[in-house]
């Protein structure tokens, strides 16, 4: 069981007058991101009372504060202010919470605890420094949606998307530089990436474990132990999380039916898609999406 810390809990307020636009990181022209471990981002508006808790965190947090602020903390006994310019980066692991002080505008990314991003190098808690690269991770972040988000005025160019997206990739690693150590070896993490790339522009296909291993140029026994090193995973169960974290952001940021889900994650029903969701999750995906998008859930700690 979970410890739940002193002034932290898994807790999600999100007032109806908040606004955020996701990255469609599901789509393939985007691979360039979603191969760089990066699970979920956005750039959002926020006002209080919104406030964020996580206990033990699957994913490490980077917060880029562009206007406003709000206050963050920590299970370590850490707190602080967020402030224009500045990047807070929480790891994986270790709970820690934040909440909204006023109008506060976010650049915020999700990331995966897996090959560049696996290991922290000094991350014992969450940190904070001063943006390393100025507005111009913005501005592809921008670029990128606005590109995305062309809709009815024209179609959205694919090449085009995939060029913002690989600059936002090539500055988020620059911006991170100094937080983590690269957690895969350079013979297998570029590799490992190129791989995910795929899944995840297909992850509705079926994956099998020659498949994979012929994609990295080795037999199934050594696929293994790469991924057992590596990610911390099986190959099965590296494919399934791969699908989890997309069903995950589809539930949060649409309003696709279950059927749908499913068949975009690879499952031929929305009952074996809910049961593999919820042995993931902990939750079935009807909970999951009613508690992402609640416009008010109470705090445990005023429980």
């Avoid at 350079?186 to 522009?201: K, Q, T, V, Y």
């Avoid at 012929?214 to 199934?220: Q, R």
């Avoid at 050594?222 to 069903?247: D, Q």
């Amino acid at each position: 069981m979970a410890e739940t810390f002193k002034n932290i809990s898994d807790t999600i307020i999100i007032p109806k007058n908040c606004r955020e636009r996701f990255l469609p990181l599901r789509e393939p022209s985007l691979a360039p991101l979603a191969g760089r471990g990066v699970i979920l981002a956005g750039l959002s508006d926020l006002r209080p009372p919104y406030e964020i808790g996580r206990v033990v965190p699957a994913y490490h947090v980077v917060i880029l504060t562009l206007a406003g602020g709000g206050r963050w903390r920590t299970a370590v006994g850490g707190e602080g202010r967020f402030r224009p310019g500045q990047v807070w980066v929480a790891p994986a692991g270790k709970a820690h919470g934040y909440e909204a002080g006023g109008s506060w505008r976010m650049l915020w990314f999700h990331l995966e605890p897996s090959g560049r991003w696996q290991e922290p190098a000094r991350l014992a808690a969450a940190t904070l420094h001063a943006c390393r690269t100025g507005t111009r991770l913005v501005d592809a972040v921008e670029g990128l949606l606005d590109e995305a988000d062309h809709g009815a005025e024209a179609r959205p160019l694919p090449g085009i998307v995939s060029v913002y997206a690989e600059l936002a990739g090539l500055l988020l690693e620059r911006e991170l530089g100094a937080d983590f150590r690269s957690g895969a070896t350079p013979r297998w993490g570029s590799r490992l990436e190129a791989l995910r790339a795929r899944i995840l522009a297909a992850p509705e296909r079926v994956w099998p474990v020659p498949e994979l291993a012929a994609a990295l140029h080795v037999s199934p026994v050594h696929l293994h132990r790469i991924f057992r090193y590596e990610l911390g995973a099986t190959p099965s169960g590296w494919v399934t999380r791969l699908r989890m974290r997309l069903a995950a952001e589809l539930l949060r940021a649409t309003d696709y039916p279950l059927e749908v889900i499913a068949a975009r994650v690879g499952y031929r029903t929305p009952f074996a898609f809910s049961r593999a969701f919820k042995r993931a999750a902990g939750a079935a995906p009807r909970v999951f999406r009613q508690g992402e998008r609640q416009e008010e859930v109470p705090s445990q700690r005023d429980a």
